[in-house]
């Protein structure tokens, strides 16, 4: 299995509402990203899980809360959110890391959740 | 991070050879060159990575001159399905220094 799996593909929420996506994968990467992407825009990092553990958070709101309960899941919880967090949000893993100088074959990503806040 | 600089935008005929060129002046020792293919609503897919002169698979053609300051994506003979938006990343293999920043990317809109 070569591939990321996220879940839903759309999602449209509330401002009020409280929901979560879903990235999953069977490849045994120890690095699970999490990114947002506007329209036109590149993607920009949002978290990073390094052997399930939280390593990188870029400044996201308190509103977006991921979670990371094993090595092959990673969740990202939505709460209260505003309508410029409508956005396609990408989840990627990788390899955790093959020691300085190895190669890898970078990200391998989903295809996304677009989510639009009304 | 070696930050990234490529054109925003090419334009190119069905069956031409695209050439893609990105910056990276501040590359470390250990980091890899690696570019990325995004269709609208997906996630970017891997094309090729490299870390110095050439590397060539099935879709491309990487080209990376001696002082690995920038690195040229080949697509030989392109058709309309490469109409896509092209990213190169350049970072190491630890997840402390992984390549994790896109820069703008390359849009190649590719015409009939």
């Known amino acids: 299995d070569t591939e990321v799996t996220q879940t839903p593909k759309h999602l449209v929420m509330g401002m009020t509402n409280k929901k979560s996506l879903k990235c999953e994968q069977h490849m045994g990467h120890r690095a699970m990203y999490w990114y947002k992407q506007k329209a036109k825009k590149p993607p920009e990092l949002m978290f990073v899980?390094?052997?399930?553990?939280?390593?990188i958070n870029e400044s996201v709101p308190s509103r977006f809360s991921p979670e990371c309960p094993n090595s092959s899941l990673l969740n990202l919880h939505l709460h209260a959110l505003q309508p410029e967090d409508s956005a396609l949000y990408l989840c990627?893993?990788?390899?955790?890391?093959?020691?300085?100088?190895?190669?890898?074959?970078?990200?391998?990503f989903g295809s996304g959740t677009r989510l639009t806040v009304v | 991070l070696a930050k990234t600089t490529q054109p925003i935008s090419m334009d190119s005929y069905e069956g031409q050879e695209v050439n893609i060129t990105c910056s990276h002046n501040n590359i470390a020792t250990n980091d890899y060159i690696t570019w990325y293919q995004q269709f609208p609503s997906q996630g970017p897919r891997f094309i090729i990575q490299?870390?110095?002169t050439k590397v060539t698979n099935e879709v491309a053609s990487l080209f990376i001159p001696a002082d690995r300051k920038s690195s040229t994506l080949s697509l030989p003979r392109v058709s309309l399905s490469d109409t896509a938006v092209y990213y190169c990343?350049?970072?190491?293999?630890?997840?402390?220094?992984?390549?994790?920043?896109f820069g703008s990317g390359t849009r190649l809109q590719v015409q009939p």
């Open positions: 899980y390094s052997y399930e553990k939280l390593s």
């Open positions: 990343l350049v970072g190491g293999t630890d997840t402390g220094r992984r390549a994790l920043t």
């Open positions: 990627a893993s990788s390899q955790a890391g093959s020691g300085q100088g190895m190669r890898d074959y970078g990200y391998t």
């Open positions: 490299g870390y110095k």
